[in-house]
């Protein structure tokens, strides 16, 4: 299978909407839904990524984010904010990055093709999410060929409120590269790959990287968790 490969541009160069503001709601006064765990990350104020808290002071998303697209520098953690469950202007909860761990094999190519099978990064919030506000997804290894997917993301078109794919497939893996019949659009970069199966929670086994082409037809690129995102965790707490 040839891809042709373009970098998903999902860090925006556009200029970012205006920031969220926490729900100051009581605990509980509403019900939590999975999806809150899912993020707007506002990087610099001017750029903009997908993430999903994976634990209650841990967002998972992809590793080029973490650098300007324009400079090829990388961006000062503590520039970044995670607006989970974001809705309209306001967010299930606001935090800032306090620290950010890539994964060890990752390079950055300024050149517009992002590295893939290594394109992940755990953020670090500055204070712990409750779970009675946010729940984090859990995360599985186990993503294969024909398994149904879902997408949870925000993007140039749905900056502000949470857009789902659903039923889309994995349709090739080679190791950690996840090649999907997922549609992805301008910042989705870093939103969360769920295996989606009937009756069960949805669980997060691949971050959105790249968009793509096999042929005419348009896929997307993940990179697969695997047993690396336990030594990033591990590096990031």
């Not at 520098?73 to 970044?80: F, G, Y």
């Not at 994964?103 to 953020?123: C, E, F, I, W």
């Not at 204070?127 to 997917?149: E, F, K, N, Y």
Request: charged share 20%; hydrophobic share 45%.
């Amino acid at each position: 299978m040839r891809l042709l490969i373009a970098a998903i541009a999902a860090c925006l160069s556009l200029g970012m909407p205006g920031a969220a503001a926490a729900d100051n709601a009581r605990p509980g006064a509403k019900p939590v839904e999975w999806w809150q765990a899912v993020g707007r990350l506002n990087i610099a104020n001017k750029n903009m990524c997908t993430g999903a808290l994976i634990a209650p002071d841990l967002v998972l998303t992809a590793a080029h984010c973490l650098f300007d697209p324009k400079t090829g520098r990388r961006v000062d953690p503590a520039s970044i904010w995670f607006e989970a469950g974001l809705s309209g202007r306001r967010a299930a909860a606001l935090r800032q990055v306090s620290r950010a761990v890539m994964h060890p094999q990752y390079r950055y190519r300024p050149a517009g093709t992002h590295q893939v099978g290594s394109d992940l990064a755990v953020l670090k919030l500055d204070r712990p999410i409750s779970a009675s506000r946010v729940q984090p997804l859990a995360t599985s290894v186990g993503a294969a060929r024909g398994d149904t997917l879902g997408v949870v993301s925000y993007t140039q078109h749905h900056a502000t409120r949470v857009s789902l794919e659903r039923s889309c497939s994995v349709l090739a893996r080679k190791s950690r590269t996840l090649v999907m019949s997922c549609l992805v659009d301008f910042g989705a970069s870093g939103s969360p790959v769920l295996e989606m199966r009937p009756g069960q929670p949805p669980r997060l086994v691949s971050v959105m990287s790249a968009k793509a082409a096999v042929g005419h037809r348009k896929v997307s690129i993940g990179t697969a968790l695997d047993a690396t995102l336990r030594d990033l965790v591990q590096r990031a707490g």
